[in-house]
Nanobody, 124 residues
Framework: QVQVAESGGGSVQAGGSLRLSCTVS????????MGWFRRVQGKEREWVSC????????YYADSVKGRFTISRDNSKKILYLQMNSLKADDTAMYYC?????????????????WGQGTQVTVSS
């Protein structure tokens, strides 16, 4: 059984930083692109960032480019999302995803496995 678990969310003031982590069990960790998505209650899920299997290629939504950094440590089987210069608009539930099978890692439909999410709240 595949389990995906996010951690590291919390409350922070605008301009602050948080680092999210994601662990995966029951699946080969380095066998898939991985992604971060977020959702604000009442709105559609939004892609944030994704990373290739070995971490050499990274992709970002325009809204977070230059502020967020995705990385992965395949030896530790952990995916990270370093979030700097946080804004109130970044407030959302953040989800980690894996089990990718597609050609555009920014599309949620191509991911098979998701975590329960970790809440990030940024106060202005």
């Amino acid at each position: 059984q595949v389990q995906v678990a996010e951690s590291g969310g919390g409350s922070v003031q605008a301009g602050g930083s948080l680092r999210l982590s994601c662990t995966v069990s029951g699946l080969r960790f380095d066998g898939s692109y991985m992604g971060w998505f977020r959702r604000v209650q009442g709105k559609e899920r939004e892609w944030v960032s994704c990373i290739s299997r070995r971490g050499r290629d990274t992709y970002y939504a325009d809204s977070v480019k230059g502020r967020f950094t995705i990385s992965r440590d395949n030896s530790k089987k952990i995916l990270y999302l370093q979030m700097n210069s946080l804004k109130a608009d970044d407030t959302a539930m953040y989800y980690c995803s894996t089990g990718y099978s597609g050609d555009k890692c920014g599309q949620a439909a191509y991911y098979s496995y998701w975590g329960q999410g970790t809440q990030v709240t940024v106060s202005s």
